[in-house]
């Protein structure tokens, strides 16, 4: 029973943190996804500017001279006040934030579970094990070749987070209309994949 319990009590805030993650994206309290979005977009712009070092240390010491201001204001008014209401962070420092075994035991399976699915899946494509795949798979990175000549790394991280905190809520709106033009564009590219296909030898899949 306490098995069952502790499962159902897990995916029960896995269930709470992914309704989160999706009321942030599609803005449904617009002062809690403007802090994130811009919180995270300030960040990425001030990596393009400074290093990872920098940045980090600056963050570190604006949370540090915030915290120990605090502290500092309220000793003080507690000494003028003459109260004893203790530590101002008591509450946040008996938050108990370690992992567990069991927590640190499940996200080392997930890791290991993604790692051989991808593996796997680089080996079937580089050894063509399916030619329409590892023709597919080479066109990607052909793309990515031009992608990666005009952004770097930080940009595309840029554009993604970006794309996190608009797309949705685009999609919301117009879903219909993108539903039809994304299937159109979905049959040109099963018909040209169709005609690659019948004219490669050995590119038609093998029927189940």
Known sequence: MQATADVTKKEGSWTDWKGQAIDLLYWRNVKQSG???S????LLFSLTQFSVVSVGAYLALAALSASISFRIYKSVLQ???KTDEGHPFKAY???EIALSQDQI????DKILLYSNTCMKELRRLFLVQDLVDSL???V???LLTYVGALFNGLTLLILAVVSMFTMPVVYEKHQAQIDQYV???RTQVNSVVGKIQAKIPGAKRKEE
């Open 105 to 108: 035991s499940k996200y080392a």
């Open 39 to 42: 919180s995270v977009l300030l």
């Open 136 to 138: 597919k798979f080479a």
């Open 183 to 185: 299937g159109l564009i």
């Open 79 to 81: 000494a003028v006040q």
């Open 140 to 142: 990607l990175m052909w």
């Open 93 to 95: 420092l008996e938050i």
């Open 35 to 37: 802090a994130v979005f």
